[in-house]
């Protein structure tokens, strides 16, 4: 049972204007030990009741476990290939040939991330690359008539200017231009979407004098932050934050591309050895959120409320 934490830690879930499908995914990450072997996690997510699961890279053993299940994939061009590809349409297109074509449309792939939090995680000259390498998958995909699959990179919250309201989010001066600008461009010309990993827990943990325990874990009932400009109400940080990014994209002159929440969840402790990191921290946190973002209709946040919006 030791692996459950671990496993189940993340959730994937969309808010979006678009497609409002708000189902609940497992992130599944191959870090730790006695991981589930591909099979037995299939049907470990399938009892779960998840309908789409991302991983990290493009690991051939679970793509194949996934076939002939209802179950939607997003994979991952580890952030390693990112320069490589972007310089060569022929590297694109033999990587696509060898990760997607074998097991597309058996296997539900949706989502291929260029990358996995490349700006917050890898050296500075990869950041200019990575819309170029997306644009050169994309023309693979298009080539195989690989329609179905959105190609996008996943972001953190640190690309953003340290939070203050969400009316006043903005991407980082550094990247807003360079690299954020055309990144949005192509999302939106693809129809593909922002995904944004969001840990309301690092937001807390580095203020929690002014930031209440219970409004970053969804359980404030009289606590409210009112923003000054928008006077939008929010009752709880998750929805602060992703606000903070539907403000910055509107800010770069792209308002209606949708958000996929690629990861999110609260540490149930493990290695982090920190105030607020346990499990029932965790529990509440994760049970909050799927009820949030499973909810009929859907809640959505302040700045984008309800699905149709
Ligand atoms: C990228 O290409 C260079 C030059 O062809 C090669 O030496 C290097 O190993 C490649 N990097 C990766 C991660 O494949
Ligand atoms: C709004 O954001 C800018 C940076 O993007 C910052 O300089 C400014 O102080 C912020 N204003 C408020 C009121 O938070
Ligand atoms: C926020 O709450 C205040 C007071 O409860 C209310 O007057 C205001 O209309 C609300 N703002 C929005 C945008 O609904």
Known sequence: MGLLPLFFLFLLLTISSGESSNSVGVNYGQLGNNLP???QSVKLVQSLGATRIKIYDANPDILDAFKDTNVEVTMMVPNELIINISNSQKLADSWVQSNVVPFY???KIRYLLVGN???SSSPKEIWPRIVPAMRKIQNSLKAHRLNRIKVSTSMAIDVLEPLSRPSNGSFRSDIADPIVKPLLQFLSRTKS???FDVYPYFAWVADPKNINLDYALFESRNIKYTDPVTKLNYTNLF???VDSVVFAMKRLGYPDIGIFIAETGW???GDIDQIGANIYNAATYNRNVVKKLTAKPTI???A???SGN
């Open 239 to 241: 929805d602060q934050m």
């Open 193 to 195: 979407f922002y995904f």
């Open 37 to 39: 072997s591909p099979k």
């Open 117 to 119: 939090e490349v700006i």
């Open 105 to 107: 449309s058996k296997t």
């Open 300 to 302: 959505g946040t302040p």
């Open 267 to 269: 540490p149930n402790g």
């Open 304 to 306: 984008r409320p309800g």
